[in-house]
């Protein structure tokens, strides 16, 4: 298992792989003592008391892009984790040059991008023999040393990358250290194993097979049965056009609620009060959907579905005797307006989880002077725990205007339908304040 010290055990390899190769290279011999340093550039000592060195420094980590299109932690159908995906890390190096005397800085750094370019990547054998030499180096940490970076299932592959002028500049400038002859590259991947317990997965007990056509399912338009116009509410029967609407095993899903299809293979008629769960006001999205039978004992699973198309459910809302509770009256600015509640009976039951609003346009008033309210409802919509929803929603009002209103209820942005009397205007429903 690889720990999280493998980050800085890749680091330690390098520098143990460039100290090597100095060493064989004999370059001591032209340009004198040389130390290989893995430290931030702005920790090493420059100007007079600059020394022969080389610098690693590892100045950024990156997730990698490969094995983060794995997706998701693979689980069972009741949600357990089946396996844990390592952590995949590219890490980000410059290495530098640093010295004195003249050629010094190129000389070192040549031999520093040699060594890396001699071994691209980072074999087992050298890991083990970097992170514990003979004599041991006391420099490298013990949990370092027993990373298991040696032993991840990919190599650690070198690869230089040449950044523009400009991005060298601001990397340094950021290094807050003086600009020495430098190159980049990437050290790709590191693997850190999630030591967190899962339970793996039973092997396959038996294969089983089936087959069915290409041909699925597909849905063209969903519309109301009725006139055009006609709003889709609670009571409502949907009409749902394509092709291969019918199928052996086929379901219309609407949102999380399931209803059995009923027509022909080019339309079907499903009222909403087929569907169970019962459908709430809003959007929700319609698919059909074809399942087979598989595995031993056989149980329906998904194989053909249509694409989504939205609907929109509206909901209604009526008002009974005494919905309208005025607990105060007065004149305001010569404008006779009251306070107290109005109750809104809705179908289908609203969720305590949903946003419901109340919105009254007066009606009978001359031109710029129409009165209209926008009301919210109360804390989860005034259902009480352990309860989930309810019929009737109470919204408070303020110093509102008293006169006739059209009223509208607004459920996760998706309003009542309204009606037009004689006069072509709107008037239903209607409530007096």
Known sequence: MTSPHAIAAVTAVLRSRLTG???????????????????????????????????????????????????????????????????????????????????????????????????????????????????????????????????????????????????????????SGPYRPSAFFDASVVLIDDDRAFRPALPVREVSAAATGLDGPRVDVVAPVGPAGTPITVDATLSVTGAHLLGEATTVRLGAAVAPPAG???????????????????????????????????????????????????????????????????????????TGRISVGFAPPVGSDQQVTLLLAEVGAGAGELSSASLAAPLRNGVVAPGTETSSISFAFADLPRGDYVARARVDGVESPVTTGPTGLYAAPAVTV
């Open 21 to 175: 190769y100095l060493s064989s290279a004999g370059v001591t011999s032209s340009v004198g003592n040389v130390s290989v340093t893995a430290l931030p550039p702005d920790r090493l000592a420059t100007g007079q008391q600059e020394k022969n060195q080389i610098n690693l420094f590892m100045y950024r980590v990156s997730h990698n892009p490969g094995w983060a299109n794995l997706g998701v932690p693979p689980r069972d159908a009741a949600g357990t984790r089946v396996a844990a995906p390592p952590l995949a890390l590219d890490l980000h190096y410059v290495i530098s040059a640093y010295g004195q005397d003249l050629f010094t800085a190129e000389i070192l750094l040549g031999h520093g991008l040699l060594a890396l370019h001699q071994e691209p990547v980072l074999g087992a054998d050298r890991i083990r023999s970097a992170l514990a030499p003979t004599p041991p180096d006391p420099s490298v940490p013990a949990g370092v040393a027993t990373s298991g970076l040696a032993d991840q299932i990919e190599r650690v592959r070198l690869s230089p990358v040449n950044p523009g002028g400009e991005e060298v500049a601001r990397l340094w400038s950021a290094f």
């Open 264 to 338: 022909r293979d080019s339309e079907l008629e499903i009222p909403l009060a087929s569907f169970v769960p019962p459908v709430r006001a809003g959007f929700a999205g319609l698919v059909v959907v074809r399942e087979m039978a598989l595995g031993n004992p056989a149980t329906g699973h998904q194989v053909l579905t249509s694409s989504a198309v939205p609907v929109q459910i509206r909901p209604s809302i009526t008002f009974g005797p005494g919905a309208v509770v005025r607990t105060s009256n007065r004149t305001l600015a010569g404008v006779a307006v009251s």
